[in-house]
């Protein structure tokens, strides 16, 4: 009877500390709502940047791991990324982490691997990352071989004890997105940022004077880093003119630009004048244009005043 008696007990203690280890376990997580969005591409002639995401990782200094997969995400999946400007974003899913303070995403992604795309001539025929043009066709978007490490997104983010926050990832198709040599081989080099929702507002406005047969397209900086130097040809054919504005967006039909994701601080919009994709000028600059949290900053240009 005694032992009976020991041997019910044992197993209470252990369902007991078995429970409560699970309970401790998942007080000591958060969860994390991720989409991803896309600033404008001014390449006219392109209608689709279609990147296919395998996996996502994430890194905290605070954790025994360098970087922590996301077991519950749901790939590989394809978005074709300009369908996601002016705001629009795509849901990639919500995961429970560790509540913990994380310092950057990394993303995987679906895409031919060489060393040298000029020289190889060997292409995939469906390629998991590829560019759609107007005419209906395509070309897929080769990536460095280094790619096996995957593409980080900058920026910090904190998962809140038994709490939720909600970020965004920003992938740059302007930047990322690089045409290369003479027989028009496009290079995915994926630039990335990170936005908390909750901490992000945007610049919208309408634009009067538009100089006739151009494209308006609109740089944001953060306030004083824009010079002039930014506008010069790029000097070699891995990286944009204006590469570190931190977003940028093409006045649509009805002369109106959204400069969404921004956080909060105090930017230079430089305005420019494009045709057919090919950069003209910078007409002038609106400084000092402040955003804040959760808001929306009306800013209207007239160009014939900059």
């Not at 995400?73 to 982490?97: K, M, R």
């Not at 690089?178 to 081989?185: Q, V």
């Not at 039909?253 to 956080?263: C, E, K, M, P, R």
Request: proline share 4%.
């Amino acid at each position: 009877m005694k032992k009976l008696v020991s041997l019910l007990v044992l197993i209470i203690f252990v369902s007991f500390v078995f429970v409560s280890c699970e309970e401790d376990d998942s007080e000591n997580k958060g969860n994390l709502t991720l989409s991803i969005t896309d600033a404008p591409i001014d390449m006219t002639n392109v209608t689709g940047v279609y990147l296919t995401i395998s996996e996502i990782q994430a890194h905290t200094s605070t954790s025994g791991e360098d970087w922590i997969t996301f077991e519950e995400y749901e790939g590989p999946q394809t978005f074709n990324i300009l369908e996601l400007t002016n705001g629009e974003s795509a849901l990639l899913g919500s995961f429970i982490l560790e509540s913990a303070h994380y310092t950057q995403l990394r993303f995987f992604l679906d895409a031919a691997e060489v060393d040298d795309p000029v020289k190889n001539k060997l292409f995939p025929e469906s390629p998991g990352c590829y560019i759609e043009f107007s005419d209906g066709s395509t070309k897929p978007l080769f990536v460095p071989s280094a790619s096996t490490s995957g593409w980080k997104a900058v920026g910090a983010f904190d998962v809140p004890l038994n709490g939720d926050v909600a970020i965004t990832a920003d992938f740059d198709a302007r930047k990322s997105v690089i045409k290369r040599g003479a027989n028009d081989f496009y290079i995915l080099k994926p630039t990335i940022r990170i936005i908390v929702d909750d901490q992000a507002g945007k610049i919208v406005g309408g634009l009067t004077n538009i100089p006739v047969g151009v494209d308006i397209i609109i740089y944001a900086y953060e306030d004083g880093t824009y010079t002039s130097t930014e506008a010069e040809d790029p000097m070699n054919d891995t990286t944009a003119r204006f590469p570190n504005a931190i977003t940028s967006d093409i006045a649509d039909d009805s002369d109106s630009y959204h400069l969404s994701f921004l956080a909060a601080a105090t930017y230079d919009l430089v305005v420019t004048t494009s045709i057919e994709g090919e950069f003209q000028e910078v007409l002038g600059i609106v400084e000092d244009v402040v955003v804040e949290s959760k808001s929306t900053t009306n800013q209207p240009i007239d160009l014939s005043v900059l």
